[in-house]
Every structure is written in structure tokens, then in C-alpha cells.
DNA sequence: CACTGTGATGACGTTCGGTGTCATCACCAT
DNA sequence: ATGGTGATGACACCGAACGTCATCACAGTG
């Protein structure tokens, strides 16, 4: 590889720099790609590296681990719900900030579909990844927790209202992976519908 | 246990057979005592089976992986939610039932209270380790969804049902280690209570 | 135009988690 | 005694992940 040192190449991938640009979506992009191609487990890093036409000791600067690379730009996302639901109307319940910022993440996830779709087939099929899927859900629901916390609800409630409306979230997630005619946001309006209904016979 | 087929034991450690008994106790103490020692990320597969007495390869097969010991015995108490929940009365409403199993699971660490609590301690510190609780926990949703879908329940309202009720159980769970003087059954009531008056006003 | 600093990468070595495989040997049943 | 079984030791091996140093295009400076 390396393109030989190459400063003058005049040969069709003429590069400006020392290396061809881009090295982190080069990675990502040929990770995914034998991922789907040979399954998570069955790709080594060596294999994506080569692939990628970079070292073994690059890849690992760029990605924490293996699963990174499916789990990059969810950071952001992350502190998109926050903001909105901090931006709620004071008066809104605990329920419907919550909601305001799930609709965020929702539709985010709905315009990118496809990427989004087969992001989501890849980690169904690999229980490595499903492990830091739930990571993931367990960082929004903190999150969300935080932000009900800053809206003034109290401690343990938010704790728990945040924890169960992430887990309708995923509910609807993993349905709407099954099901390309349904919406997301809609998916997810549903299920909370399902847990009020279920939660208002607690206690009898 | 195995007690050791003893025909003739007048030492106390005298060992019967070509081995010590009771590997797999040995190496779930070593392991636990060295990871509350020196932590679980600096420790070593070779220093736990060292202390055990075993070689690095016994240990592989008796635990999937470093995780594992932590975490053995969760399958049996999966079960008995399980069972408990087809057990309950037909006409109870699916929080209620899946709450009687929750209950169960309650009842059991409280009556372990101090292992249990120990455990927790060493997995709330290490990220390594939340993730394979959480993995946990989603298996336990996985039964419980199950096992509501058995007695009627529709599926996807069975899903986020489950999930959401072992999202309480979990707040309840991390409260609970924090406040020893608090019982876990009880801490899971309120929040499921907490979950109730917030759903109750979803869609306004 | 030479000089220098910077940042990304290559190259190399190492630790450790985890697996496959085969030989060994107490125990048990016949 | 004889042969089967099951747990273990011993050994080799792969791959993930990290530490470290050298390298070299590029930008900026004078």
C-alpha cells in the first residue's frame, strides 16, 4: 500500500497530502462494509485497515474499539434531545419534555433511514453490539434524566420516567426496523400510549 | 459441592481426588477478591487462576469470559420471575403481574443483601461491567415480555411494558445500593408508582 | 529560501483475553 | 482388570488493544 512515498503521482488518485484524505471515513466505510460482508465477528481489524489502506495501530486512533465505529455521531444527537428538552415550555409535564426530545431523535433517525436501518440489522445480529447499544441507550437516558432534573422534577421520578420512556423509545426502534412502511415518531408515540394504559392499573 | 467422595479425610485440606475440590468456588472467590483488591480492569485472568490453583485454561472453562463470574446465578432467579408471572391469576393486569415477578427478584437480593450489594459496588465502578448488567437486565425484560405475551398480553405492548418496568426495577436496584436502610421491594413500589402518575399524563 | 513546529501516520513490540487440541489420570461401572 | 468418562494440565495460537518512536507533508515564520 502507501501508494509508494509518493510525491509525484500523476497516476488517476493523485493525492494532495502524504495520505490520502479522509482516513476516518475510509475506515468506517470499510468496516461497515465487511461487516456486512462477513459478519462482525469474522472481521478482524487487520482486514479493515488493509481495506482502508492504513495500519492496524491507525484504526484505534480513530475508533475506541471495534463496535465504535457503528456507534460514532450518536454524541450529538445525544445533546440535541437535551437542548430541546431543556427548551420546553416550563409548564409541560415530565412526560411530554421527555417526549419533545425523543421526537428529536426520532426524526433524525427517520430521515436517515437506510444508513440508520442497516446500522440497526448489524447490531440485532451481534450480541457484542447489542451490548453497547443498550451503553448507548443508558447515556440518553441519563441524559434525559438530567434534563427532567434541571426542568425541577424530582430525583428518583425522573430517574425512572427517563429509563422507561428510552425503553419505549427502543420498542418502537426495534419494531420499526421490521417494519420499513411505519414512522418512527409515530412508532414511538404509540408505545407510550401502550405504557399509559398499562401503568394506570398500578396499584390496583 | 461434591464434599469431596471422602473415604478417608483426617487433614482438613487432604483432597480425595487428583484435584482440589470445588474449582469453580475457588475461582469465583479469587476472582471477586481480586477484583475488589486491585480492581477489575488490573486484574488478570493468570492472577486469579494463580490464586486458585488452576491453570489459565481451567478458567475459560468454567466462566465465559472475566465478566462472567459476577454474574452467575441470574439465569435460576430469571426463571422463578418467569414462572411466577404464568403463575398469577389471569385476571390481574400485566403491571400487576409482572410486578409479582419483579417482586420475587426484590425479595431475593434483599435476602442477600450483602453479597448482593457487594456485586453492585463492583459493577457500578467499572464500565466494562454495566454494560454486562444491562445485558442482563435485557434478558430479564426479554422473560418477562415473554412470559405477559403468554398470558394475552398484545406483543409490542408486552415489549414496552416489560422494558419499562424493569427500567424501574433498575432505578429502584441502584437506589437501593446507595441506601442500605431502604428494602428493594419497597423502593421498586415507588417507582413503579413514579411511573404511574407520569404516564398518566401522556397526550395531554 | 531555509528553518521550525505540528499533526497524522507507519513501524515495531508487547500484554492479555480467549480458543483449539491433545495427553493425562482419578473415578466409576462392569 | 478393563474400558469409559470427565475434569484438568500443557502447549500453541489468534486477535484486540496499547505504548512508543521515527517519519514526513504541510503551514508558518523570518
Request: overall charge negative.
Given at each position: 500500500m502507501r501508494s509508494g512515498g509518493g510525491r509525484d503521482e500523476r497516476s488517476?488518485?493523485?493525492?494532495?497530502?502524504?495520505?490520502?484524505?479522509?482516513?476516518?471515513g475510509r475506515l468506517e466505510r470499510a468496516a461497515i462494509e465487511l461487516y456486512l460482508e462477513n459478519g462482525f465477528a469474522r472481521t478482524t481489524v487487520p482486514q479493515i485497515t488493509e481495506r482502508?489502506?492504513?495500519?492496524?495501530?491507525?484504526?484505534?486512533?480513530?475508533?475506541?474499539?471495534?463496535?465504535?465505529?457503528?456507534?460514532?455521531?450518536?454524541?450529538?444527537?445525544?445533546?440535541?434531545?437535551?437542548?430541546?428538552i431543556a427548551a420546553a415550555p416550563p409548564a409541560w409535564s415530565a412526560t411530554k419534555a421527555a417526549a419533545s426530545g425523543l421526537n428529536i431523535a426520532a426524526a433524525a433517525?427517520?430521515?436517515?433511514?437506510?444508513?440508520?436501518?442497516?446500522?440497526?440489522?448489524?447490531?440485532?445480529?451481534?450480541?457484542?453490539?447489542?451490548?453497547?447499544?443498550?451503553?448507548?441507550?443508558a447515556a440518553v437516558a441519563g441524559t434525559i434524566s438530567e434534563a427532567l432534573i434541571a426542568r425541577g422534577v424530582e430525583d428518583r421520578a425522573a430517574r425512572a420516567v427517563a429509563e422507561a420512556m428510552v425503553a419505549a423509545f427502543r420498542v418502537a426502534f426495534e419494531y420499526w426496523g421490521e417494519h420499513t412502511e411505519?414512522?418512527?415518531?409515530?412508532?414511538?408515540?404509540?408505545?407510550l400510549d401502550s405504557l399509559k394504559e398499562a401503568f394506570a392499573a398500578v396499584g390496583d
Open positions: 488517476e488518485d493523485l493525492q494532495v497530502g502524504r495520505w490520502k484524505p479522509d482516513t476516518s482502508a489502506g492504513v495500519t492496524t495501530r491507525t484504526f484505534f486512533r480513530h475508533f475506541a474499539d471495534k463496535r465504535d465505529v457503528l456507534f460514532v455521531g450518536h454524541d450529538e444527537l445525544r445533546e440535541r434531545v437535551a437542548k430541546t433517525l427517520q430521515s436517515s433511514q437506510d444508513e440508520a436501518r442497516d446500522r440497526r440489522s448489524l447490531i440485532t445480529a451481534t450480541p457484542e453490539l447489542r451490548e453497547r447499544e443498550l451503553i448507548m441507550f411505519r414512522e418512527l415518531p409515530q412508532l414511538v408515540d404509540e408505545a
